[in-house]
Structures are given as C-alpha cells and as structure tokens.
C-alpha cells in the first residue's frame, strides 16, 4: 500500500447544535497518499499538446451510429476538455478505427467542443442515434490531465475532534494494546479544553501520534483498518456495479421501508454526529440542482445515523431530538418543491434510520460511518454511484450521476399526467376549527398514488395504511402544510386513510383535494 503522511494544519471552534451541549474543537487534518512512480505519466510528455513536445495530430471527424452496445465510448474530463478514456470491445467506436485513447472532443455536432463538460457530451450523444464527434489526439494533455486527476484523489481534508482521536488509540489499543501505550497520547482534560495553549499542545500531540503509527517498522500497524477508516483511507466499502442492499424496516417515524424498488433511484446515506454536518452541507444543494433539471425524479432516500456512541441509558432523550431534526430537513424539502414553483407531482420519498447497535450500518457495508460519509445510489438492483466524504468535488458527481441514470432510464423522472393515473377520489370541504377530514379508499395491491390538496390556511395532513392484517403503518407523517401540496408515493395493499385537520386551534380551512392512482 502506498504511504500516507497525515498533518494537523488548523483548529476550528465549533458552536453547539441539536446533539453537543457545548463548544468544541475541531482539527483540519491534511492528508496525502503517496502516487507510486509507476503510476506516473511520462516524463517526456510535454506541455504543447503531445508527448515528447511533438504537435498534436490533426483532427478526425467520426460520424459515430450506436449498436447493439451503443457508441462504445467512454470518456472523461480533465481541465477544460474532455478525452476519450476507453474503447469498448465490439462497440460503434471501434468499428470506425478511427476513435482511440487519448483524443480530445473538439466538436460535438456543431458544437465546439472547447468549455464542454463531461456532462455536457452526455447530454449530447443521448439526444441523438448517430452522433458528428471531431476528435483530436493529444496524448500529452491527455496524460497530464490524467495524472493530475489520479493525483487529486490522493490529496484529502478531514475534520476530526478530540473525542474521535481518543477512540481511535482506544479501538487500536483492543489489538496493539502495548504498541499504544508506548505512544504519547493528549490526556483529556477535565477544564480548558478550549484553551488555546491545551489546543497548540493537543496539535504537536495528535500529530506526533498519527504519525508515528503510520511510519511503525509494523505493517499491521501502520495499515491497521481502523486507523485507515479514520484517515478515510480504505477502499470504497461499496463497490459500483455490487447488489444494491435490500433492507426491510422501520424509519424513525415508524414507517414501512423496503429499498427493493425497480422504477426509482434509491439513495443510501450513512453518517455519525461527528459528519451528518457535512454530509448535509453537500447533499442538499446537490439534490437542489437535480430537483431543478428534473422536478419529477423519483428517489427514494434512506438515511442511516450511526449511533453507536450513545448509552443505551440516552436513547430515550435522543430520540425526540432527531425526529425534529428529520421534520426540520422534511419540511425545508417541501417547502423548497412547492416556492421552486415545479410543475408535477414531488417524488422524492426520505426515510431516516438511527442505528444504535450497528447492524443496519453493516448490512449496507458502511461500518465505518462514525469516520467517513458514504453515499451510494442504486437502481434496477445495483450500485451505479459510491461516494465518500473525502473525494472531491461531490456535488458535480452526485449531480452528474443522476443525471446520466435519468438519460438511461427516462421513467426515473417521468412525469404523473392524467393519462397514466385513474381517479380515486377528488372534492371539496370546508374543515371547521378542531375538526378534521378523511378521505378512505381500498386497494387490493401494492401501488402508487398521486394526491394533490390546496387550503385556504394552514392544515396538517397525514396518510396511514391499514393492512389486511389489520396492522396501521404510516405513509406519510403528519406535517403543517401553509398552501399545499402534490405528491407521488408508494403505499401497500389495503385500507388507506388521508387526514386532514386545520392547523390552528380557532382557524378553519378550506381544502380541496384529488386522489388518483397511477396505472
């Protein structure tokens, strides 16, 4: 394995949030793993656009038709263009001999090519059968871009607190027990951990400690898991292309989850208290962008907070702060679809897990969320994207990602119309103060709903499901909603109750409603 060297750059101060009852600090890591020199480019590749200094070939124009493999391609972007990466065996770029590794895209049909991104090239070969590619060789561009890119993925920024450093020499500690001890650890301190001479002398410490664990003449203390988990060193836990996991639960909420879905996106998330933070900060304005592109995606998102660092003894007291934390995001989410003034019904469908014992975390592969976030998304079964909070530019790739599985598979973002949906029931109603309103009806299987409701006021709306086991499951949780709302979502088969209730105490509201089943 390569050889990593880990510094301590700054400290942060961080505020207190919902789950930490005081200020705390908060250590930038830079981390860097060293590229083997096989793995470098050339050195005689030049700046000038070929290897060796020599000019770049003169341009080809390929009138590229899809097969049974489609165009065969795959390319990628680096810097400000995009080069063909790959050929694929018996694929329409092969069959033209005139497509290799290395070309650079100058045009895409009448496009120039030059400030295209990578996204952009998909945009464009999905849109037609036969596809006008200029192409222009240029191996040294190619390589150094390459290079860069490859070099970029070894170069890192972490954040990590005291108490996660502490539970790192004491997760070794199990294992290596005398090696630990023989190694100058910070002791924790009962007051002034904020000071600023405990957090300087904490600096030298944890730098020292870090890096004495991984310069040890030990291979398997050097390359211990846990102490890669915490570098966010390890290899992708979930691989592109593995089974999409296949989970049957309960969310906090205490609704029904079943991730075994073949018409959606399905998106794993899993982070601790120490990243939910970050991985916030990435995941909503990437799924902003997507909802702009496509108002009607279908994604089902399954959140899972590692939890277990919290006493059995605290579980009670947790729990209400994070189903308010989950009504806080959920609420901010819908309220985004309906001011985004998105034509459609909302289809995204989020469900958060608390995983106090480890055993949801491990049945998707993330074991090592109280160190690094992972995202991974999924659909016909399988993983297509995996992403950890240590890669760079997470937004374009997530963004990116969707992007391409919706120009593969249309239905992931088709629209509900009334051509593809039958009435259930539809009306209008004045609902008194302290009064409530429901809408009852049967199905005999599994299916999908579109409903839509407007009030003159604010009014809480929830669906529940009574099954034929006689067993009540939640839909949908019962929220605040000041206008309205349109929604897409799956219910199972049985009896199904939509209510309705104004949300103040003396306020009365007037709804108007519509129910249908999408065929």
């Not at 301590?8 to 250590?27: A, G």
């Not at 849109?127 to 890119?149: F, M, P, R, S």
Request: net charge neutral; with cysteine.
């Amino acid at each position: 394995m390569a050889s990593i060297k880990v510094e301590i750059v700054r400290s942060e101060k961080r505020e207190i949030d919902e789950l930490d009852t005081k200020p705390f600090t908060m250590y930038v890591l830079n981390v860097v793993r060293a590229v083997p020199e096989s793995d470098a480019a050339p050195a005689d590749a030049g700046a000038d656009g070929a290897a060796g200094g020599a000019e770049a070939n003169e341009a080809v124009e390929v009138a590229l038709t899809k097969n049974e493999k489609g165009y065969g391609l795959g390319f990628d972007q680096y810097g400000g263009a995009v080069f063909v990466t790959r050929i694929v065996a018996g694929g329409a770029a092969e069959a033209t001999g005139q497509i290799k590794e290395g070309q650079r895209f100058v045009k895409c049909g009448e496009q120039a090519a030059a400030g295209m991104s990578k996204a952009d090239v998909v945009q464009y070969l999905g849109g037609v059968e036969t596809a006008q590619l200029t192409l222009q060789e240029d191996t040294a561009a190619y390589l150094a871009g390459k290079q860069a890119k490859e070099a970029a993925k070894n170069k890192w920024v972490l954040h990590r607190r005291y108490s996660q450093f502490n539970e790192l020499k004491e997760n070794l500690a199990k294992s290596h027990s005398a090696v630990i001890k023989s190694i100058t650890f910070p002791p924790k301190v009962l007051l002034g951990n904020l000071q600023p001479k405990v957090i300087q002398q904490r600096t030298v410490e944890l730098n020292a400690f870090l890096n004495e664990l991984l310069s040890h003449d030990d291979k398997a203390i050097r390359e211990a898991p846990e102490l890669l988990a915490f570098l966010e060193a390890s290899d992708a836990t979930v691989k592109v292309g593995s089974p999409a996991p296949k989970i049957t639960l309960t969310d906090l909420n205490d609704r029904a989850i079943n991730s075994d879905i073949d018409d959606e996106i399905v998106v794993f998330t899993a982070a601790s208290r120490y990243n939910f933070q970050k991985l916030t900060e990435f995941v909503k304005p990437a799924q902003a962008e997507v909802l702009a592109l496509f108002p009607n995606v279908r994604i089902t998102f399954i959140s899972v907070a590692d939890l277990r660092i919290v006493p059995a003894a605290s579980r009670g007291m947790v729990q209400p702060i994070l189903r308010k934390m989950e009504a806080k995001d959920a609420l901010e989410t819908i309220n985004n679809f309906i001011t985004g003034g998105f034509d459609g019904y909302m289809s995204m469908e989020p469900y958060f897990i608390p995983d106090y014992s480890g055993d949801i975390l491990n049945s998707i592969n993330c074991t090592d969320a109280n160190w690094t976030f992972r995202v991974f998304l999924c659909c016909n079964g399988r993983v297509f994207k995996s992403l950890q909070s240590s890669q760079q530019n997470l937004r374009k790739e997530y963004v990116g990602a969707i992007t391409s599985a919706v120009k593969k598979f249309p239905v992931f973002a088709a629209p509900v119309t009334d051509a593809n949906t039958k009435s259930i029931q539809k009306g209008e109603e004045k609902v008194g103060a302290r009064q409530s309103f429901a809408v009852e009806f049967d199905l005999e299987a599994p299916g999908v709903i579109a409903l839509s409701f407007s009030c003159s006021g604010a009014t809480e709306f929830h669906l529940s499901t009574v099954g034929k086991d006689g067993k009540e499951t939640k839909v949908l949780v019962s929220r605040s909603y000041k206008q309205g709302f349109k929604k897409r979502t799956r219910v199972g088969a049985g009896h199904h109750v939509m209510s309705w209730k104004p949300a103040g105490m003396l306020s009365s509201s007037t709804l108007t409603y519509d129910v249908r089943q999408v065929v």
